[in-house]
Nanobody, 127 residues
């Protein structure tokens, strides 16, 4: 059974940092790209970043600079480091596997290009 579990969210003050984790099971993460998304209340789920099976990383233009994606093969985990958090970063953050045949590559960071979502982890940025 394919499972993705996000963790590491919480309440953080503006300017702070967080490292989110996406821990996987039920499939060989070495063969998969993983995408990161977020969704604030009342908004569409938006793409942030994706990392391919061989470690190449991609970011939505508006997310470049403050977000860093990485993976630890030994721990079956993909991370999303976020710096200089601002209140507008408040959202539920999700990881997901690509749908389609080339699951080791990063498709467009659009919701329909991914399946097998985790349950999300809440990030709240507030003073």
């Amino acid at each position: 059974q394919v499972q993705l579990v996000e963790s590491g969210g919480g309440l953080v003050q503006p300017g702070g940092s967080l490292r989110l984790s996406c821990t996987t099971s039920g499939f060989n993460l070495d063969n998969y790209a993983i995408g990161w998304f977020r969704q604030a209340p009342g908004t569409e789920r938006e793409g942030i970043s994706c990392i391919t099976s061989d470690g190449s990383d991609y970011y939505v233009d508006s997310m470049k600079g403050r977000f860093t994606v990485s993976r630890d093969r030994a721990k079956n985990t993909v991370y999303l480091q976020i710096h200089s958090l601002q209140p507008e970063d408040t959202a539920v953050y999700y990881c997901a596997t690509p749908s389609g045949g080339f699951v080791y590559l990063c498709p467009l960071l659009e919701r329909d290009e991914y399946d097998n979502w985790g349950q999300g982890t809440q990030v709240t940025v507030s003073s």
